[in-house]
């Protein structure tokens, strides 16, 4: 008798924690009605077709054989899809792939494809996404139906593994979830492939980009805000069957990242990505001038130009480390900065003021603030000076919004670029709203993006 009723105890148990279970699982995925959700978007992790990320220069004085520019086949990323191009991600049910089957399991569900929506802006490293402190946010990540690898994310804003990760998710699929943004500041965000398999390759390739929780009262961020990601890069040369170089292309050298001897250090996913050249005497010819990034030679481009900012206002940066091996010491040459990362007890951003140089270890993001006294050029770098001849470099042009300045042109900035000018269609000037805009345009990467 006794184990009877013992026996229909657990019964009974066991049936109600399946309710339980069932019930919270339910909780976690639709308890919060849509109407209470304050930030959602979609994005999707997809596999583009490749993009230089080591520019044609004359770095060879500093790197011998390093002059060629070097094309990445394998750059992949993640795409933050608008609500108005959600139609082009389109539901391909129907369409029935060999990897369907995984392991003997059915994944032939609703498949998705968001090329068209994604290629316009399918570059790595991914987007930079803001949400203000206390939201309620719903994320969406899909995997584009031909990415050739499973993807994942793991967002570092959160905590509790319902939260953080995604798990891998299959070709042509997605997963939605939701979360509080309860802590300000930076975080990294990062693909984590199947289970932790080859992450390493994932976050090499491109798959990572930030998430910026905006604080509330006044600590919020000032009216010129900027990302920027560093990141290790391990590359070889691709060959054929005969051993002949194919083209410029390289692939992921896991030899080189084993033994941590990184070839190139990219900001925003190319080297030197903002850094015109160095050395002086820019009327004499190329006496003393290397160039590091042909594309800002070109008046007509602004490609490798460099970032505008503002004289005498504070400036926030949002410097992001995936590594993924090495140390960022983060430094502005003739600039200090006040480091704002961690949280009070109010959830407000906490000053280190003054600080000449920052550690951003690998797998982080930190969030500092300068202010560039006077007009000119200013280079932000990773003290990490091995770094810095491999990519880790970029310029600040500081200009006076309020006003023309007149910048002598030894102050080497590229001929497309100037403070009067190329930033405000009228040639007189410009302002806060004009510099934001000509920094969107050299590259969308720089500036937050607002979901």
Not at 119 to 135: E, F
Not at 151 to 161: E, P, R
Not at 266 to 295: E, S
Request: contains cysteine; proline residues 6%; glycine residues 8%.
């Amino acid at each position: 008798m006794t184990k009877k009723i013992l026996a229909v105890s657990f019964a009974v148990l066991f049936a109600v924690s399946m309710v339980f279970v069932g019930f919270t699982n339910n909780v976690q995925a639709h308890s919060i009605p849509e109407t209470q959700i304050d930030k959602s978007f979609v994005l999707c992790a997809y596999e583009t077709d490749g993009q230089l990320i080591y520019p044609d220069n004359d770095i060879d004085s500093l790197i011998v054989g390093s002059s060629v520019g070097v094309f990445y086949p394998e750059s992949w990323t993640f795409v933050l899809i608008d609500e108005e191009d959600m139609e082009l991600v389109t539901d391909l049910s129907d369409n029935v792939r060999s990897h369907d089957t995984v392991n003997g399991q059915d994944h032939s569900g609703p498949h998705y494809n968001c090329a068209d929506a994604a290629v316009a802006n399918a570059s790595a490293p991914g987007p930079s996404i803001s949400v203000d402190l206390g939201d309620t946010v719903q994320v969406t990540l899909v995997s584009d139906i031909d990415n050739q690898h499973i993807h994942s994310i793991d967002q570092h804003a959160l905590t509790g593994n319902e939260h953080v990760n995604s798990g891998p998710i299959q070709q042509g699929h997605s997963k939605t979830w939701i979360w509080t943004a309860e802590d300000s500041g930076s975080y990294l965000y990062h693909c984590t492939d199947n289970g932790l398999m080859n992450l390493w390759t994932h976050i090499n390739n491109g798959m990572y980009g930030n998430i910026v929780v905006q604080p509330v009262g006044a600590d919020k961020a000032p009216a010129v805000e900027y990302n920027v990601m560093f990141a290790d890069m391990y590359t070889t040369p691709e060959v054929d069957e005969n051993g002949n170089s194919i083209g410029n292309n390289h692939s992921f050298d896991l030899g080189a990242f084993v033994a941590g001897d990184n070839n190139i250090m990219v900001t925003n996913g190319q080297a030197f990505n903002y850094a015109p050249f160095i050395g002086a005497d820019w009327n004499d010819g190329d006496h003393g001038i290397v160039v590091l990034n042909p594309l800002s030679l070109d008046p007509l481009v602004v490609d490798g130009a460099p970032i505008l900012a503002p004289t005498g206002e504070i400036t926030r940066w949002y410097i992001t480390n995936p590594g993924p091996n090495n140390f960022l010491a983060l430094h502005f040459i003739a600039a200090q900065m006040d480091v704002r990362d961690g949280s009070s007890p109010k959830k407000l951003m906490t000053p280190v003021s003054n600080e000449e140089s920052w550690t951003v270890p690998p797998g982080s993001s930190s969030t500092t603030e300068t202010i560039f006294p006077s007009s000119g050029i200013y280079v932000g770098v990773t003290h990490k000076l091995n770094d810095v001849v491999k990519g880790g470099a970029f310029a600040v042009l500081a200009c006076d919004v309020n006003g023309v300045d007149d910048l002598p042109t030894v102050a080497g900035i590229p001929l497309g670029v100037v403070c009067d000018a190329d930033w405000n269609e009228d040639g007189i000037g410009g302002t806060l709203e004009d510099l934001n805009a000509f920094n969107a345009l050299v590259s969308p990467k720089i500036n937050n993006s607002e979901i």
